[in-house]
């Protein structure tokens, strides 16, 4: 008896306009908003550079000239970017007391781990890059940048 399994191919996610820089790595050109699973709570971090900003609805805006830093783990292919976007911006929004480190670090890396599968990057490194931040991100919650 043979068994068929159907993949149905995912939506693909909207793709960000950014730039490299140096300090950061990247940069945006525009505003990004993505739909996310962090569902439940309001938050919003504004600077002299950009406004990060989180509805209950799960609803997460990233304004024009937020700076990143890219994929901890190393990889530096193109299934990473909207994950570290995203990555970075829950971390900003922890490091400036806008979300609690619990239980919010923890759904930040899990967002991570998702966004790098719904870019398409294979699940061996998705899993990496998760446990990586996952053991070593939470000096990245605290501090000032």
Known sequence: ???QCHLQKPTPLPVPHYSD???????LKDDYTIQIDIL????????DICTVSLTAFGLLTIGKG???DGNSAGFKTGTWV????VH???????????????PYKELADRQMYDLCLA???????AWISWKVVGAAGLSSTTGDE
């Open 1 to 3: 008896m043979s068994s």
């Open 21 to 27: 820089i140096s300090r950061y790595k990247y940069q």
């Open 40 to 47: 439940g709570t309001d938050a919003k971090f504004s600077s």
């Open 66 to 68: 937020f700076r990143w």
């Open 82 to 85: 909207i994950a570290a976007l």
């Open 88 to 102: 970075d911006s829950l971390y900003m929004l922890i490091r400036h007391g806008k979300l609690a480190t619990h």
């Open 119 to 125: 870019s398409g990057m294979n699940k061996l490194r």
